[in-house]
């Protein structure tokens, strides 16, 4: 089998700072304190969900964010 | 065999018990949409063994489409693979009867993407560089030790088996919803034809069927979510109502008693453990190696939160389903008895839809069974072909032998997923893909950290891996093997939490120290056949 490496080893810099990033969503999402609540509701949706369907795009948002600086 | 006959037997005996209960008849329009889709993907299916043409004679092209999937199929093919018609049917389902603690979904979804992003390249590129097309080709060249690797593929099989039978599992409940009779000889005929036609195509096509038939089926799934919005906002003016349906204890967790983490640490653990554990389930893997470059996974770490958000407002269908009051309408008695709380999102469009509009979000979900269902077969394929047969059976099989014998065997799995829905309770497969996700994560050390460090001893992580699949089915046995929810007295405090997450510490745990008496004992090993340049 041979395969075309397209990707030349010495393309790919050393991990950059800005990769921390993405360890934000980590205990945003995880320290369920944080957005266990009813109250404040935003167009129906109780804390609980909006907060965490806020940060799915947060999140996509931080990893475009990084793919973009560390390319 | 012998089983099915005696319930068929036993089922043909009360027939006139049946006949005066309010059952739901044959929705003959929902029915005639959702043949023509399945008809079309059939085609489809076949076709796809043309599209960017291989010789699929070998196991490469056969099992991994080549390896020349772009960013837009990777991400439908991923998309189809994580997002399942078992997930569409059981994650609303919680939400109907449980309520909050279902959309730990959404926190799972989205975290394992920032993995994905700084993990899977790595697995990418060690894996191009070698020719390795499973974790456990993987496992097998980085520790150089056959017992491990086999550890890693026969967790890999049997975790996919139960998993292949819960989609099968799903299509039953559509089938069901379109009114076909659920019980009799002709029961299972419906689900035998889905099966051969999945069957056919995997063999002949490989994994580019279920990579084109994804888009197909993501498309669909779009629309019938985007229709449920709409009805929403329509009907309602928007969610509130929807939300106010739902009664206060099930709206958001219920706060932790004194002395205990509750349901807090229950929540956190299901989704970092499900996030952990999905990229070690063979079928994730095989998407991720089956793309051309790496920057293709790089980008769809960004881009695959999008089904992550479909994924909410489809938990959210359980609410809606409670609002509808799907479950005291006595048209659906009958079926919420047979399906239980799995019945809630076919009954809800049913309710919510025309018919011809109900059966086209059927043949999604129906649809959405075929594509996992493809790629976990390929690769339980791949894994039985490359490290069993050819480990250990015949290691001089030709790349022609390999791709038969994988053909092959895709169809036997899929044969033992069929006899899992028909021959089995379906409580006990629902048990067994608890284990299975249980079981699956205990391959992390190996697999994961594998490709970060090759520090650990190989037979330290075998031991840790069998500590870890020991104390995890013990853990989930103590419930009666109802969920998957172990308490820990931590500090006097009361931990509950996903017991794959402490078969995973522990397993972890007797690795480390393992490593570090078997160094003492003798010289570190040394075999390895990757080098650090292959990882980037």
Known sequence: ?71 | MLRRAERALRRSAVPSLSRFEKTMPVNWIALTVFVICFAGVTILGFASANWRKGDLDLIHEWGLGGGTFGTLITWFLIGGDIYTAYTFIAIPALAFGAGAIAFFAVPYTTLIYPITFVVFPRMWSVCRRHGYITAADFVRGRFGNRWLALAVAVTGLVATMPYIALQLVGLEVVIAGLGLPTTGVLSELPLLIAFVILAAFTYTSGLRAPASIAVVKDVMVYIVIFAAIGVVIYRFGGFGPIFEAVPAAKLVLATPPAGSTGAYTTYATLAFGSAAALFMYPHALTAILSSSTRDVIRRNSALLPAYSLVLAFLTLLGFMAIKMGVGSNPLYTDLFKRYSNTFAVPALFLDIFPSWFAGFAFAAIGIGALVPAAIMSIAAANLWTRNIHLEFINPRATPQQEAKMAKLVSLVVKLGALYFVVGLEKDFVITLQLLGGVWIIQTLPAVLIGLYTRWFNSWALLVGWAVGMGFGTYAVAQTGFKNATYTLSIFGTQVPAFAAVYALIANIAVAVVLTLVFNMAARPERRDATVAADYV
């Open chain 1, 1 to 71: 089998m041979v395969h075309r490496i397209d990707d030349d080893p010495r393309r790919h810099k050393r991990a950059s700072p800005w990769r921390w990033l993405l360890l934000i969503p980590y205990p945003a999402l995880l320290w369920v304190p944080f957005y266990n609540a009813v109250e404040p509701r935003f167009l129906g949706f109780p804390f609980f969900y909006t907060y965490q369907m806020a940060f799915v795009v947060l999140t996509a948002i931080i990893t475009a964010v990084v793919y973009l600086i560390t390319d």
